[in-house]
């Protein structure tokens, strides 16, 4: 790959602000990569919509960031992963990752041949794709899916450590921790932040998966892969940190305080994308276009 394709920027896309864990996940392993996020937050949540609506909202995220000149799109979105994903590889013409995959390889890796749990939205859970995934990878192996509905409106409303979050997670994965689960996939990227809360209730001996970081794993190698790590005449540039860059489609309620939170520093310089800009991207940016 030359130079200039290298240094084009990554694009990460989610449903909200979860993603932003994603995004901070991959700044700390790309730390000289050019980082775009897109929060479609105007049309937030995607885990409760229909397939075809999922798959309608995560082209125009995608073909926004390809239109921003991204080399690859990371699809920062359990939902968007599961109903969308193959349907971008298909339509794009740079790489597409999912969070889905990254996580079942990390569970299949960590359990030690007790049962696997998954906690996500209700689209996530209900689409199948952890459950199909683990069953492939290791036939027999013994699933436990939990839809977890509050975990998102609890973390964005900041009740971690708190009572109501405790009944919440209590609530949820009692079953999961009666039923002997060795290893937990956390199949929502909201859910990194509640690793504490979880921790506590499963025990010292359940191994968490963490989605944002086992995606931002996978977009590593796969960059190594296809040579499109950013360099500096032919030196990784380790001493020149990237950019990040933020569009959302709409700014919501208490915006810098929950994007600090998720990223971990402020967020900066966001720039709105109307919904019928997004509509626009949609309709282009395929592979035909490219």
């Not at 009666?178 to 990194?192: K, S």
């Not at 001493?239 to 709409?250: C, H, M, N, T």
């Not at 520093?265 to 991207?281: F, N, R, Y």
């Amino acid at each position: 790959m030359s130079p200039a394709e290298r240094s084009r920027p990554i694009g990460v896309f989610d449903s909200g602000l979860g993603g932003l864990t994603v995004l901070r996940a991959l700044h700390r392993r790309l730390p000289c990569e050019d980082l775009i996020y897109f929060g479609d937050t105007a049309r937030v949540p995607y885990g409760t919509k229909g397939e075809s609506t999922v798959r309608a909202f995560a082209r125009q995220d995608a073909g926004l960031l390809v239109s921003l000149g991204v080399k690859l799109v990371v699809v920062a979105c359990n939902t968007a992963s599961a109903f969308a994903l193959e349907y971008l590889r298909e339509e794009l013409p740079v790489p597409v990752l999912g969070v889905i995959n990254p996580g079942v390889q990390a569970a299949l890796a960590a359990t030690r041949g007790g049962p696997v749990g998954v906690i996500g939205t209700s689209g996530t859970i209900r689409s199948n794709r952890y459950q199909e995934g683990l069953a492939a990878g290791r036939p027999g192996l013994d699933v436990i899916a939990r839809e977890c509905p509050l975990f998102v409106p609890l973390v964005e409303e900041d009740k971690m450590g708190q009572p109501m979050m405790e009944l919440a997670v209590d609530e949820y994965l009692t079953p999961l921790r009666h039923a002997g689960v060795d290893t937990l996939i956390l199949g929502c990227t909201h859910y990194p932040l509640l690793k504490d809360d979880i921790a506590a209730a499963m025990g010292p001996d359940v191994a968490l998966v963490d989605s944002a970081d086992t995606l931002a794993a996978a977009a590593e190698q796969r960059l190594a892969d296809m040579d499109l790590r950013r360099r500096d005449n032919g030196v990784e540039a380790a001493a020149q940190e990237g950019k990040l860059s933020f569009y959302l489609s709409d700014l919501p309620w208490k915006f810098e305080e929950i994007g600090a939170r998720f990223l971990g520093k402020p967020v900066k310089d966001v720039e709105i994308v109307g919904l019928d800009a997004m509509e626009a991207a949609g309709r282009s940016n395929g592979k035909a276009s490219s």
